[in-house]
């Protein structure tokens, strides 16, 4: 089926606290993983699969014309298993076994291991590339596709990003598009203190990128922005998607420190967490 | 010494790339699935062919091997079977962890070709030659590994590469390499090594140059009265361990030449066969733990005892070494 009907804010708020719970309860039981990473990105992936943005087929996961999403940020991987899982790409039992041995559901992703799975990722700066692949693919196969790819901000640092970057602009990827999710922290601390991006709307723009930034936590605005870049294909510049977002977005002791990054929350934590998200409107 | 003049080979004046260049030509023509990434290097590695006359289906990703890896794999996702073509060194050396996740740990089928392997590209120095490619591809597991060592296999190994399931390296070499194998009806098998001159004193295991040089030496060896058998092993993954074995055991001393470091090349992957199946004297011909500088490539082979000359001495140690067990 397309996942093109029209679905009311609400209900993919409803489907954004739903993923924010599966988050919470696969790095809970795993005992590691990165939920603050996730949690930041929860609107954007969900205006993607939930919001009529991409099309796609769980059944036929493979389908040639479908939109492409890579999870370039890999340690993001329960944010991409929760979403495939609630889209109807496998049961959402799965998601129980997160980094255990013999699962699928892999502490980062490992392309096909999971049907929806486009790319094996975690090594930070791989995934803008891949992305560009498909694009040429698609274009010479003549197929009709989009290619969203999430970016992490810290991956920004690697070199391969700008690589990518400038060559998306040189082959005009009109339907590329990347969201950067902007959370502001990298694993060891503040980017601002760390490694420094800005300016960033600055810098993908002299790339050859048209820039948008957004609030990554509005739903509202982050389908919007997404819709629009899809619509811009035909200008034949890649779209890059700055989505201003909170890292551990949707629980307050994590948004307030940083050192949960590469973090589960202890069982006391979680249901603190369990509860806030809950009460969340 | 003119390569394989000793053991009677038919000289080829044509570099082994630029044999790689034409037969990847004739793939690109017969195969519609077929894609060419190169790094900025076309008119070296030979992939420039397939540009002049299939400009659409080739991509000059430039000088940045990170990301000529990813957007490889990436058309491999849509559809494509991609050739990512540049020299060994840059390629492996530059984007290692690129091929690790978006090839080899995704297990996508497509053929990373390092040219320019060994020494033998000669004059622009140490910067430029891979000679370290063969370990690197040892540590991903899922790829076959191919190093061809005449114009005939180099064209088989190429054409068998799309069939192979996972992705394939093939290594390519600036310099021209003697015929072993008839163009046509080349006996090439990937992961069957080729026995190409028999013999039951020892047997001299080589891949790529190191096999014609392997002959010349058997040839060297023949006047002392020593028969040397000569194996082609151009496959390091999947590894022919039944030829490998049948040498231990029949002719009870090994002897193995690469255009490579000794450090985890085809040698070692010989000798842990040989060591956990029959335990026979072995010697090896290869670079040791060194770097080898600028300079003419037939002075450089000598020089760094990578002659077949070198491969003779080894040889006679070796059947010393088993006569006195």
């Not at chain 1, 059944?59 to 495939?84: C, N, T, V």
């Not at chain 2, 990301?67 to 390629?91: D, H, K, Q, R, T």
């Not at chain 2, 140490?126 to 899922?142: F, R, S, V």
């Amino acid at each position: 089926m397309d996942k093109t009907d029209n679905i009311s804010i609400e209900e993919l708020a409803g489907i954004a606290k739903e993923l924010r719970l599966d988050i919470l309860e696969m790095t809970t039981r795993a005992g590691s993983g990165h939920p603050s990473s996730s949690w930041s990105a929860v609107e954007i992936v969900t205006a993607l699969y939930f919001g009529g943005v991409l099309r796609y087929k769980p059944q036929d996961p493979w389908w040639d014309e479908r939109d492409r999403f890579i999870m370039s940020k890999g340690h993001a991987a329960p944010l991409l298993y929760a979403a495939l899982a609630r889209a109807g790409y496998f049961d959402l039992k799965e998601l129980s076994r997160l980094r255990e041995a013999g699962s699928p559901v892999q502490g980062h992703p490992i392309r096909g291991l999971m049907p929806g799975v486009e790319a094996t990722t975690g090594s930070l700066g791989q995934g803008l590339s891949l992305g560009i692949g498909h694009v040429l693919g698609g274009r010479l196969a003549g197929k009709k596709f989009h290619v969203f790819v999430l970016l992490g901000d810290g991956e920004c640092e690697a070199g391969q990003i700008w690589e990518a970057a400038m060559s998306a602009a040189h082959f005009k990827t009109g339907n590329l598009v990347a969201i950067l999710d902007y959370n502001k922290y990298q694993e060891t601390g503040p980017i601002s203190r760390e490694i420094g991006l800005e300016p960033l709307v600055e810098k993908w723009h002299s790339f050859g990128w048209n820039v948008h930034e957004v609030n990554g936590h509005d739903l509202q605005a982050v389908l919007g922005i997404l819709h629009l870049a899809k619509q811009l294909e035909a200008t034949g510049i890649p779209q890059m998607i700055i989505a201003h977002t909170i890292k551990g977005k949707g629980v307050s002791f994590v948004e307030a420190d940083f050192t949960f990054h590469g973090r589960a929350l202890t069982l006391e934590q979680a249901e603190l967490a369990r509860e806030e998200i809950n009460a969340a409107g | 010494m003119q390569l394989g003049k000793l053991a009677g080979l038919q000289e080829c004046d044509v570099p082994l790339r630029n044999i790689f260049g034409d037969a990847l030509l004739d793939l690109v023509r017969e195969n519609p699935r077929v894609v060419v990434l190169d790094g900025d290097l076309g008119n070296s590695t030979k992939t420039e062919y397939v540009r002049q006359e299939f400009p659409e289906r080739f991509f000059n990703i430039g000088i940045a091997e990170s990301n000529l890896v990813g957007v490889g794999a990436g058309m491999a996702g849509a559809g494509f079977y991609p050739f990512i073509v540049s020299f060994s060194s840059f390629l492996l050396c530059n984007a290692y962890d690129q091929i690790r996740l978006a090839v080899a740990m995704s297990d996508i089928d497509a053929t990373i070709v390092g040219s320019h392997g060994g020494i033998t590209l000669g004059k622009d120095g140490p910067t430029q030659m891979g000679i370290e490619d063969l370990a690197l591809m040892g540590g991903l597991p899922t790829f076959t590994i191919i190093v061809p060592g005449d114009p005939a296999s180099m064209q088989a190994a190429v054409r068998a590469a799309p069939n192979i399931k996972g992705p394939v390296f093939i290594r390519s070499s600036r310099v021209p390499m003697p015929y072993i194998y008839p163009e046509k009806n080349t006996p090439f098998v990937v992961g069957k090594a080729n026995r190409v001159r028999e013999g039951n004193d020892l047997t001299i295991i080589g891949c790529g140059m190191m096999v014609s040089a392997g002959l010349d030496a058997a040839a060297i060896l023949a006047k002392k009265g020593i028969e040397a058998r000569v194996v082609d092993l151009h496959s390091l993954r999947p590894l022919d361990r039944e030829e490998i074995i049948a040498a231990a055991e029949e002719t009870g001393a090994v002897v193995c030449a690469e255009e490579h470091l000794l450090q985890g090349g085809m040698g070692s992957n010989v000798a842990r066969v040989v060591a956990e199946s029959h335990p026979v004297p072995m010697r090896f011909v290869g670079l040791a733990d060194t770097y080898v500088e600028s300079g003419d490539p037939w002075e450089l082979l000598e020089k760094y005892h990578l002659t077949a000359a070198d491969i003779a001495q080894k040889g006679e140690e070796v059947v010393k070494v088993k006569a006195g067990a």
